[in-house]
Nanobody, 116 residues
Framework: QAQLVESGGGLVQAGGSLNLSCLYT????????MAWYRQTPGNLRELLTN???????RYADSVKGRFTISRDNAKNTVSLQMSDLRPEDTATYYC??????????WGKGTLVAVSS
């Protein structure tokens, strides 16, 4: 079964930057909408941003202007460039795929910790 493999999380100081990457191991990547979510303990997963196969994207207000999503269909990857990080950005970040044929799948998550 195809998987989503995230990388790039870690510890960063407030104001710093991190780049998350997600590799999709399946086929027809270019057809699917990709998204990044985050979750903190006791809370629901929050949709941060998504990008369609055609490159259309949108952002949650909480990250607009600070985070940038991009995809490379030749490499089956989607990335999340995060800048001006704040302590409230501390969370586990998840890659998500919404299949063109229906259904979705999740990566296992990568932890981002922002110190003040």
């Amino acid at each position: 079964q195809a998987q989503l493999v995230e990388s790039g999380g870690g510890l960063v100081q407030a104001g710093g930057s991190l780049n998350l990457s997600c590799l999709y191991t399946g086929n027809h990547f270019f057809l699917n909408t990709m998204a990044w979510y985050r979750q903190t303990p006791g809370n629901l997963r929050e949709l941060l941003t998504n990008i369609t196969g055609g490159g259309s994207f949108r952002y949650a207000d909480s990250v607009k202007g600070r985070f940038t999503i991009s995809r490379d269909n030749a490499k089956n990857t989607v990335s999340l460039q995060m800048s001006d990080l704040r302590p409230e950005d501390t969370a586990t970040y998840y890659c998500n795929i919404q299949y063109w044929s229906g259904g979705m799948n999740w990566g296992k998550g990568t932890l981002v910790a922002v110190s003040s």
